[in-house]
């Protein structure tokens, strides 16, 4: 389970963006998907996950402007970035874990998004 993210680039604040993580196994693993982030001089930090049956979360940074969701039968996960906005540029990362994928999990190797005002 080695998950490959996709999908970041630059964009305008106010515009769209979205994310792709491709994660082979984690939907027969039952394993939960988050999506992390971690700007430039800063912790990473959680912004939303989706567990096994369709439960989501989001950081209060994002909700209602990021949604989160699957496709199991191409064992990925999109994260649909909405009204963008410059302090959401940082490097987003995709992680697999839980159940079948361990306490900590599989991480890939993260995609850039940069938002310009």
């Known amino acids: 389970v080695q998950p490959v993210e996709s999908g970041g680039g630059s964009a305008q604040a106010g515009k769209s963006l979205r994310l792709s993580c491709t994660a082979p196994?984690?939907?027969?693993?039952?394993?939960?998907m988050g999506w992390y982030r971690q700007a430039a001089g800063q912790e990473r930090e959680w912004v939303s996950s989706?567990?096994?049956?369709?439960?989501?979360r989001y950081a209060d940074s994002v909700k209602g402007r990021f949604t989160i969701s699957k496709d199991r039968s191409k064992d990925t996960v999109y994260l649909q970035m909405d009204n963008l906005k410059p302090e959401d540029t940082a490097i987003y990362s995709c992680?697999?874990?839980?159940?079948?994928?361990?306490?900590?999990?599989?991480w890939g190797q993260g995609t850039q998004v940069t938002v310009s005002s």
């Open positions: 992680r697999a874990y839980g159940h079948g994928c361990g306490p900590d999990g599989y």
């Open positions: 196994g984690f939907s027969s693993n039952n394993c939960i």
């Open positions: 989706i567990e096994p049956l369709d439960d989501t």
